[in-house]
C-alpha cells in the first residue's frame, strides 16, 4: 500500500502540518525510519531522534514546533499509529476460507459461516466454530468444544474436550488448552491424580501467545476474562479465575485456584502461591514471587513479594548491606575505645 | 451419571449417615457446590463453609456433628473423592481405537492390542507401542522408540529416537521427548554441539504436563522415575535422572546431569545448577535458585538456596532490614553523645 | 561401528600409547563407561575416576603417567570427543529425502536439491527451502517465509509468514517463530493489539531448542545472531536483537526490543527489562533479573541484577545478616551500659 502523506491524514483522520505530496508505504520507529516510512513521536524524551528521523512525516498528538517534517496531527497517537501499521500491513494471502480436505471433523460438528479450517486441522464430535473463525493447520480441538466467533487459533493449538472459546480470540501456535492440572492425592504411597471433570472458558476478545496452558478445572471452569491478554510461555492453572482486561507477561506462572480481579498487571517470570486473591488494578513486578493475597490496586515486588513502597525500602537496604556492615564494624570499634576508656577510670 | 447418595455411599465403600434418597450428578467444592452435588469435607478450617454449602451430601472421614446434611463416612476423603469423580465424569466418546488411515507408521512398527493411533500420527521405523495405549493426533514419534501399555500422549507431542517410554504413562499435549540437550564446546571461535548419543527413559506411571520438554543424554538415558509427576512448561536437561514419585511444578528448570531421589518435591520455578544431587525427600521451595548439594529430606529456599530454618531467617531479616538501618543509624548518634561526653573530660 | 583403539586414535587424528587392538563401539563418561567404550580426561579433578574407569581407552591432551589403559593423544580433548561422538552414533534412518504426499505446498514453493519434506507438513505461498534443508512432519511455514540450506526444523514447529531462517540452523521440535509480540495500547478501556508488521530473522548456524518462542517485530525484524545457541522454553519478545555466538539457557525471557551483544551467556531463567542493551561478552547468571543496561564482558548476578564482586558481596552479607543483627543486638547493649555507666557520674 502506497500513499500520499496527504491520504494518510485524512485516512487517519488527523490534520496535516507540512507539505502532503510525499509518498509513504510504511511505518517506521525514529530511529531507524526510511524516506518512505511515517513514523510516530509519542514521548518528549525523543525529541532530539525526532529531529534527525529521515521519516517523511510524523504522527503526532499536538504540533511540534521548528520540525522540518510534516506532522499529521491526531487525537491518540497510539490509536493512529495502530490504524497506520493496519494499512501497511505487508499483504498476505491469510488462510484459504473453507475445510481443507486432510481436516478430520468429527460427528455433529457445526460450522458458522466463512470458517476456515486449516489442513490435517482434527475435531472432536460436537465441536462447534463460530462465524469468521480460522483454525490453523495442524489443530486438534477435543469433543464438545466450542470456539466463538472471529477467532483464530493459530498452528498445531491443541483445545483438550468440554472447552468454551469466546468471539474474537486469538491463541498463538503451540499452545494448550484444557491439559489436566497439576492435582494430586497421595495415597498408598502413590501419587494419584485428581480427575479433572471440569473445563477451561476463555472469555471474548481474549488473546493467548504461543507455546502457553490453560490447564482445565477440577470442578466448574478455569476463567481467562474478557479481554484479557497472555504473552509467550504463561502457565495458567486449573481453577484459576482471571478477570477482565488484564496483561500477563511471559514465563509467568498462575497457581492452583487463584482468583485474579480485573486490570491486573502480571509481569514477565512471576510466580504465586495457590488460592491466592489479587485485587483488581494491581500490579505484580517482574519476578515477583507472590506469598499473600494482593489488595486492589497494591503493586508488589520481590521474592516474597512485598507492597512496592516497603520492597522498595527493602532492596535499596539490601543493595547498601555491605556498606551496613562496614558501619557496624566501625561502631564497634568506637564502642570498644569507649569501653576501654571507662575502663581505665576503674 | 446420576446416583442416589445412598448408592453413592455404597460405591464408595462409605457408611451414610443421614437420610439417602436425594439424587446427585456431580461433584463439587464446599463453597459452589450445587444442590445435586455432593461435595467433601476434609480441612477443620473450612467447617463454616460446610455448614452453608448447598451440596446435597458431603464425604467425609469422621461423622460431622450437628450437621443438617447427610454424609458419607470414609476411610480416606482423598481417595474417595477421586472415586467420586470418575463416577461423575463428564462422558467422553474419547479416542476410536485402531489406526486412523491418515497415520503414517514406518516399517517394522509393532502396535499392541487395542491401540489408538490418531489422525495424522508419524512414527518412525521400528517403533513399538504397547496395548491400549493412545496417541493422540499430530504425534510424531521416532525410529526405535517405544511406548509401553496403557499409556497416552496427547495431541501433537513429539517424542524423537530411541527413547523408551513405560507404561500407564500420560504425556499432554505439545510436550517434546529427547530433543538435543544443551551441550556444546567452544572450538574455534563457535559453539559446536556435542552429539547426543544417549536416549531418554520415561519409566511406568509418570505424567508429564503440556508444553514440557525432556532433553535426551549425551551419553546413557536421561531417566524420569516411576511414579513422578511433572507440571506443564518444565525443562529437564539432558542426563538429568530423576527419581522416583516426585513431584515438578510448572516452569521448573532441572539442568543437565542432575541426579534428583525418590519422593523430592521441585516447586514452581524452582531452578538449579548442573551436576547436582538432591536427596530423596528433599523440597526444593517455589523460585528456589539451588547451587549446591541437597541433602535427603532437606528443605531449602531462596535464591541462593539455602536450608530453610537458615533461608527463613535471612529472610525475615532481611524484610526487617530498613528498621536495622535505623536502628544503626540512632545506636551511631549514641556512641557519638558518648564519645562527645567522652572527649569533654579529657 | 566398532573400531580398534588403533583405528580410532588414526580417525581423531591422535597419536596412541598404549595397545591398540581391542575394539571399542561407544562413547562413555569416565563413571559409567563399559570395558567396549572410550572415554575422554579433560579435568584434572577426575584423575582418581580416570583409574578407576572401565573404558577400553581414553581420550586425553597430554598423557597421563602411571595409567594402566591405553591413551590416544589429542591436541584438543573436546573437538576429538565431539568427532567420536559422530563416529560412534547410533545408527539412524533419519528423513526420507523429497516431500511427503500429505505435505500441502501453497503457491509458488522453492524447494532446493536434496530437502527432505516430512509428512503434514503445510507451507505457505513462495516458501523457499534451500539445499538439504529437513522440515519434520507437522511443521507450518507461513507464507513468504523462507529456510536456508542444510537446515533442520523438526516436528510441529511452527514458522510464521514472512520470516527468514538461514543456513545450517536447527530449530527443535514445537518450537514457534513469528508469532505477534506482546504489544498492546490501552485505548478507550481495552488493550488494543498493535500489529506487527516486522519479521523474524534467524542467523546461520543458529540452533534452538524445543518449545522456544521468537516473536515477530512490530517494525523490522527480531533478530538472531549467526552462531548462538538457545535452549529449551526461551521467550526471544519482538524487535530484540541477540548477536552472534550467544548462549542463552533455558526457561529465560529476552523483554522486547533488548539489545544483545555478541559471546553473551545469558543463564537459565534469566529475566530483563525491555529496551535494555547488553554489551558482548557479558554474563547474565542464572535467575538474574536485569533492570539496566549490561557494559561489554560485565558479569551480572541477582534480582535486581548488580555486577558480580557488588552482587557477591551483597549476597554475602545478606546470608550473615541474621548474625549482623545479633551483633547490633549486642552493640545495643554495651551502648546501654556504657550510657548507664555515663549516668551515674552525673
Redo the contacts between chains.
Sequence with gaps: MELTIEQLAKKLGGSLVGPGRAVVN????LG?AKPTDVTFYNNEKHREALGTSQAAAVIVSTPVEALDKPQIVVG?V??A??EA??L???P??GPTPGV?P?A?L?RSVVLGQGVSV???V?M??NVRIGDGTMI???C?IG??STVGSHSRL???V?V???CEIGNHV?I?????IG??G?G??F?D???????H?GGVVIED?V?L?????V?RA???NTIVGA?T?I???V?V?HNVVIGK?C?V???A?I?GSCRVGDGVVIA??V?M?DNLEIGSGATLT??A?VMNHVAPGEVVM???A?EYSKAR???V??????K??E??KA??K??EQ??A??NDKK
Design positions: 510504511a511505518v517506521g520507529p531507524s491518540d497510539n490509536a499509529l495502530i501499521l493496519c501497511f500491513a505487508p498476505l494471502k481443507d486432510s478430520k468429527g486449516g489442513a490435517n482434527v472432536g464430535d490453523g493447520p495442524g486438534s469433543e464438545n493459530d498452528a498445531n491443541v483438550y474436550h468440554n486469538i498463538h501456535a503451540n499452545s494448550t491439559a489436566t497439576f494430586y492425592s495415597i504411597g502413590a501419587h494419584r491424580l485428581v480427575p471433570n476478545y488473546e501467545g504461543a507455546n502457553c496452558c490447564d477440577k470442578f466448574g479481554g491478554k504473552d509467550n510461555l502457565q492453572a482486561c496483561l507477561a511471559a514465563l506462572g497457581s514477565g517470570q510466580g502461591a517482574a519476578k514471587g520481590g521474592i516474597p512485598l525500602r527493602v532492596v537496604s539490601t543493595m547498601n548491606l555491605p551496613l556492615v558501619k557496624v561502631l564497634s568506637r564502642i569507649l569501653e576508656a571507662e
